[in-house]
């Protein structure tokens, strides 16, 4: 597991600009699993999750150039889901391809 966490945006150019965030302490863990426990209770629907994950990402990374808006024009939609939870798993230690499958099977049962 690395102490780093990253977001990739697709600027107005449409160049890749990957915005990193070193030395994650144990604030982010608990402000990650704050996070993920408020998600759970709360049993939003998909575009307040989203939302709520948006803010996550711009209070985490703490850039002036990550805001709702170069979030929603900068990550293609098919990315959207695994790339604003990827600092989460980055986060926690978790491996976000054995997430998804395990997500997979559960909704299999």
């Known amino acids: 597991m690395e102490n ?17 965030k070193d ?9 990650t699993l704050e ?3 408020r998600m759970e209770e709360e049993k939003l629907p998909l575009s307040k999750q989203l939302e709520e994950l948006i803010k996550f990402n711009i ?3 703490n850039n002036k150039k990550i ?12 990315d959207s ?3 604003l939870n990827q600092p989460i798993a980055d986060i926690l230690g978790i491996d976000s391809e054995t997430e998804v499958q395990g997500k997979k099977s559960q909704q299999e049962k």
């Open 67 to 78: 805001t709702r808006e170069s979030i929603l024009s900068g990550i293609p939609n098919v």
């Open 35 to 37: 996070f993920q426990e």
């Open 4 to 20: 780093k966490t990253s977001l990739t945006l697709i600027n107005k150019e449409g160049e890749e600009v990957i915005y990193r």
């Open 23 to 31: 030395n994650l302490t144990m604030g982010d863990v608990l402000k």
């Open 59 to 61: 209070e985490l990374f």
């Open 81 to 83: 889901w695994t790339a």
